[in-house]
């Protein structure tokens, strides 16, 4: 019996360290949940310098910010979606490089080091009490990005068993690994499976939602989520089943 077919109807709050998150890493199952539940995405750094294209990088962080914003606004407006666009700036602003953000995992120190590690705490518990929702989607925090394990802590700390807590899987991060290292890493975290689903009827929406985000995506990446939504198929499909993509959903006690 499937678990996540009781989200339908359902209030759900999708957390987002920064725009693209909910697409890549959960896109085909916002498509197929976008027209029976109530669905709203907070994207918690929104303010960058980094983009893809050289040519956007050079524009500067308040151009960059503005052109990926506009890209998160596009894809919650294409499945009635509310965004809730924090403002907070991301690790190209904070402090952090491309060779210091993803650290194998940062410590409960170092976490609480970092300055925005309270304020995300405060603005997530503010706008959770606010819209009271029955399941809150949050990262995994796979890949050890500074970002994606601040946010990943900030929600574990909410928990209060007012709504139920399940997590994604941070793509293109989680693409890296090995689905037998990828599952080693999550157990010992203490996540378990909640469920494996089916998206090859909103593949083709999964990837126009990629694709839309060209500050940030390029082939590669696409072809990378794309690969991970076939071998989780793969793996948790019998071949009668005829299921080519999948994502998973992980729960845990925090």
Same mark, same amino acid.
């Given at each position: 019996?499937?678990?996540? +077919? ?10 987002? !360290? ?11 199952? @916002? ?15 929104? =303010?960058?310098?980094?983009?893809? !294209? +050289? ?5 500067? /962080?308040?151009?960059? *910010? ?15 979606? +509310? ?7 991301? $690790? *190209? ?7 210091? &953000? ?6 409960? &120190?170092?976490? #609480? ?25 949050? !990262? ?16 574990? $700390?909410? =928990? ?11 793509? !293109? ?16 975290? +203490?996540? *378990? ?21 060209? *500050? =940030? #995506?390029?082939? &590669? #990446?696409?072809?990378?989520? @794309? ?18 993509? /999948? ?8």
């Amino acid at each position: 019996m499937s678990r996540i +077919k009781d989200w339908y109807g359902k209030h759900i709050t999708l957390i987002a !360290p920064h725009p693209d998150d909910i697409a890549y890493s959960i896109g085909g199952f @916002i498509s197929q949940l976008a027209a029976v539940s109530t669905l709203e995405v907070v994207t918690v750094f929104t =303010q960058s310098q980094w983009a893809l !294209p +050289k040519s956007l990088r050079n524009s500067g /962080a308040a151009v960059v *910010s503005k052109v990926r914003v506009k890209e998160e606004q596009a894809f919650c407006e294409n499945f009635k979606m +509310k965004l809730y666009p924090l403002g907070l700036s991301d $690790s *190209s602003l904070s402090g952090y490089n491309d060779g210091n &953000e993803r650290q194998l995992q940062f410590t409960q &120190e170092q976490l #609480t080091d970092d300055i925005r590690t309270s304020i995300v705490l405060e603005k997530l518990q503010q706008i959770l009490a606010e819209s009271s929702p029955d399941i809150v989607i949050a !990262p995994a925090a796979i890949g050890h990005h500074i970002d994606h394990q601040i946010v990943h802590h900030a929600i574990c $700390s909410l =928990q209060n068993h007012q709504w139920q807590l399940a997590f994604y899987e941070d793509l !293109p991060y989680a693409a890296e690994f090995s689905l037998d290292i990828l599952e080693k890493q999550l157990t010992e975290r +203490k996540f *378990s499976i909640l469920e494996v689903i089916s998206i090859d009827q909103t593949l083709a929406d999964k990837y126009a939602a990629l694709s839309n985000y060209a *500050s =940030q #995506t390029d082939k &590669e #990446t696409i072809d990378a989520i @794309i690969f991970h939504a076939q071998r989780l198929a793969q793996k948790n499909f019998h071949t009668e089943q005829a299921v080519y993509h /999948a994502e998973r959903f992980w729960e845990k006690e925090c």
